[in-house]
């Protein structure tokens, strides 16, 4: 499964658990948007980052509190082909993610940090 495209109907819906749930199932997955879910927490992007290693693409924006500097640290840390993420209107990011992101995501291309 190389892409999860999510409609905006079941975004509204989508729960942390569910990511994880995919992410322990789907190891291929290459890129998810998930853009304005607010029910994305830190422990689902963690989970992507530590069972999708091909991840190049991740949006998570509009997911406002509920993602740190710990998802963003774990994705620099576990997937390395990251190219474009999606932060924009994510309020708790800070330098630290990004410093992770700049030295250990060197083929980042895209990083959308709007309205942080």
Same mark, same amino acid.
Do not use: Y
């Given at each position: ?5 999510? *409609?905006?109907? $079941?975004? $509204?819906?989508?729960?942390? %658990? %569910? ?7 789907? /190891? ?10 607010? &029910? ?8 992507? #980052?530590?069972?999708?290693? &091909?991840?190049? %693409?991740?949006?998570? *924006? *509009? ?14 840390? &576990?997937? /390395?082909?990251?190219?474009?993420? %999606? ?8 330098? #630290? ?5 700049? #030295?250990?995501? /060197? ?10």
């Amino acid at each position: 499964m190389p892409a999860a495209d999510v *409609g905006p109907s $079941v975004l $509204v819906r989508l729960h942390h %658990r %569910r990511v994880v749930t995919l992410a322990a199932n789907c /190891p291929k997955l290459s890129e998810i948007i998930l853009n304005t879910c607010s &029910k994305i927490t830190d422990a689902a992007v963690v989970a992507l #980052a530590a069972n999708c290693p &091909k991840l190049w %693409r991740l949006d998570l *924006g *509009g997911c406002h509190d509920n993602i740190t500097d710990a998802a963003v640290i774990a994705l620099a840390a &576990k997937c /390395p082909q990251l190219s474009d993420l %999606r932060l924009d209107a994510c309020f708790n990011i800070t330098d #630290a993610a990004v410093v992770a992101l700049a #030295a250990k995501c /060197p083929k980042l291309l895209m990083l959308d940090l709007s309205f942080c």
